[in-house]
């Protein structure tokens, strides 16, 4: 099978060769941060531009101009990979045999490993290949183009499986397993689902409690659907330990998060699951009895396991947007070839105008994951340590672009998109999953609407504070005056962009302008609202959140856009119509979605859809009478 491939591992050898003399030193992994733009004053620690909207602010400077992080040492790398990794992955790599034979082939499997694709973002010292971000994105996306369950077998490795080490290991944790794991001697997975808990990570039941010498934990319980879980060898696992309370001095379990071996005996993985879609990534069960794991492997402190899993799953979650952008690539070429050689009524498909909108619908979908993809990589190489809402929103918005790029790809076919040979019913099948996985869309939009509304409440209490001593905080209570009064005389009170976006693109960029300025306003509408139990009021949060994964698609094609135009890109009229297209389209849903969350009508129907639900819960099944009643 490799015999076509020989001069492809020998160009990554010798790339990879060139990058440890003069590169790798430079291509830090995610836990370094290169940071480009560390002499502009940006404040790093800055709340990133998605929590800024729920205040009607947003923090320009983070988003202008488009993420330029690769130096040209890095750039000369990374070209160096793309074509044989996509000649790699086109070539060598067969999808429906994966996807037929539940596994990935053996041939490949070992290709992938000898190419370094197991350990893209370790240092170069501990036998990676030492990849930022950005990098990192560029070739997932080609993975993600040709086979999503190459992908997640990857991803689930390195993403997530050992991230953790990666990001809170010690430098002895990081010796002893990152290079065994980066050439892929051993996989790693990530073990935090269980039978009854999935959203709620809290919930788990698997358990680990201090051997009596103080020189082990003994831990049991189990976990489910756990992706890499039948062959991995090294396990990130979480489990709730006694840990003593600071304050009250009793003993309360938290999460802690732990380095598991297989070989430390007492660990077993269930059969492999069988799934729609992904089926080439394996999937199974892992019980833990008994084991016993060195105290010096538990992974960023006992009881801090929530926030070491939290932190994986927002440093992995960029991962996606870029693989699935990949697949909208792919998905959007097989469509435009068979409408442009389809002809039907005397002339090709591509010329009707129903097929026309398909193929700009898709590729504006494309375009914006793309954006946001590279604006959200952008943003951690830079520095920036507050990109999880902006991660979230680029998951959500990719998945389901994806979802809806597929199904269309296969109505422009027709009923030869619907047979197995095109591909794109194994690619529909696999995308099931990632509106699903490493957090739910549904959970996920509350967790963007209720982080920022608790930031935007953070504020609102600093300013009632502040009325106690009005001389004081004079400047603040006449900043704030200022800001209401335009509001009741209905003028905008969001960001100004025209010295950031190309003129071209101002009278857009003024849209979103008056987006951000309502959004922070229906933020505090339902703050002073709700109050607290905003957090019950999830139909609500949920088109909060649509328009804030809109404001966000808006500042990413314009950013990207206005970089195209100002450079003098030869794609810039087409982003441009693209831009224009997309801002208007998003910002009508925008001011349509805040509307929502406070009218009275809308509010009304939230509980008749509650009282829906509850009558067919309550009926286990429809509730309403047959038409034929009987």
């Not at 830090?28 to 800024?52: E, H, L, W």
């Not at 840990?243 to 802690?256: I, R």
């Not at 979802?403 to 009923?415: F, N, S």
Request: charged share 20%; proline share 3%; hydrophobic share 40%.
């Amino acid at each position: 099978m490799f015999s076509k491939s020989n001069n492809f591992r020998h160009v990554l050898w010798v790339a990879s060769s060139q990058n440890v003399a003069n590169t790798m030193t430079k291509n830090q992994p995610v836990i370094a941060n290169f940071v480009r733009t560390a002499a502009t004053g940006q404040d790093k620690d800055a709340k990133s531009f998605a929590m800024g909207i729920f205040t009607g602010k947003a923090h320009v400077e983070q988003m202008f101009p488009f993420p330029q992080v690769l130096n040209q040492d890095q750039e000369e790398f990374l070209t160096a990979l793309i074509d044989p990794v996509e000649k790699f992955m086109s070539e060598e790599n067969n999808a429906a045999v994966n996807d037929a034979n539940a596994e990935i082939e053996p041939d490949t499997l070992q290709g992938l490993k000898e190419m370094g694709a197991f350990g893209l973002q370790v240092p170069a010292e501990l036998d990676g290949v030492g990849l930022n971000n950005t990098q990192y994105a560029r070739l997932v996306e080609i993975v993600g183009k040709y086979d999503l369950g190459v992908g997640i077998a990857l991803g689930a490795h390195q993403s997530i499986g050992f991230k953790g080490i990666l990001l809170a290991g010690t430098e002895e944790q990081r010796k002893k397993y990152l290079p065994s794991l980066a050439t892929g001697e051993k996989m790693a997975a990530f073990c935090l689902t269980e039978p009854g808990s999935g959203s709620d990570a809290a919930s788990i039941r698997t358990n680990a409690k201090l051997s009596p010498d103080g020189k082990h934990w003994i831990m049991n319980g189990g976990k489910i659907w756990i992706s890499n879980g039948g062959i991995a060898e090294v396990f990130t696992v979480f489990a709730q330990t006694p840990v003593k309370d600071e304050k009250s001095g009793e003993m309360k379990n938290k999460v802690t998060a732990f380095i598991v071996e297989r070989a430390f005996g007492g660990v077993t993985s269930g059969a492999p699951e069988n799934k729609m879609g992904i089926k080439c990534s394996n999937t199974a069960e892992v019980h833990f009895e008994d084991v016993k794991i060195p105290v010096e492997n538990v992974l960023g402190g006992v009881g801090n396991g929530f926030k070491v899993a939290m932190n994986i799953l927002n440093n992995g979650r960029f991962g996606m947007g870029a693989a699935l952008s990949g697949t909208q690539r792919g998905l959007i070429a097989q469509a435009v070839d068979f409408a442009a050689n389809r002809t039907q009524f005397g002339q090709k498909i591509s010329n009707f105008g129903v097929i026309q909108e398909k193929i700009a619908r898709m590729t504006l979908k494309h375009f914006v994951s793309e954006s946001m993809a590279y604006i959200v990589c952008g943003l951690m190489d830079q520095g920036f340590k507050d990109f999880q809402l902006e991660a979230a929103i680029s998951k959500i918005y990719a998945s389901e672009a994806a979802w809806e790029v597929a199904d269309e790809c296969i109505q422009i076919q027709g009923g030869m998109g619907y047979m197995k040979d095109t591909g794109t019913e194994r690619v529909m099948r696999d995308l099931r999953i990632f509106r699903i996985f490493e957090g739910t869309n549904d959970i996920l939009r509350l967790f963007i609407s209720l982080t920022g509304l608790q930031n935007a409440g953070k504020e609102l209490k600093q300013l009632q504070k502040s009325l106690s001593n009005p001389i004081g905080n004079m400047g603040l209570i006449v900043e704030q005056g200022i800001l209401r009064s335009k509001r009741a005389a209905g003028i905008s009170t969001g960001p100004d962009f025209s010295s950031s976006v190309h003129p071209e693109l101002r009278p857009y960029a003024e849209k979103l302008s008056k987006n951000i300025g309502e959004f922070g306003a229906t933020s505090e509408a339902l703050l002073v609202k709700y109050k607290k139990d905003i957090i019950d009021q999830q139909m609500v949060c949920s088109r909060l959140a649509e328009a804030a994964i809109d404001i966000f698609g808006m500042i990413s094609v314009l950013s990207r856009t206005s970089k195209s135009l100002n450079e003098g890109s030869k794609s810039g009229a087409h982003e441009s119509a693209m831009t224009q297209v997309f801002c208007t389209e998003a910002s009508q849903r925008v001011t349509r979605n805040l509307q929502s969350c406070t009218d009275s009508t809308n509010v009304n129907t939230d509980k008749l859809k509650s009282k829906i639900a509850a009558d067919i819960v309550a009926n286990m099944g429809v509730a309403a009478k047959h038409p034929l009643g009987f």
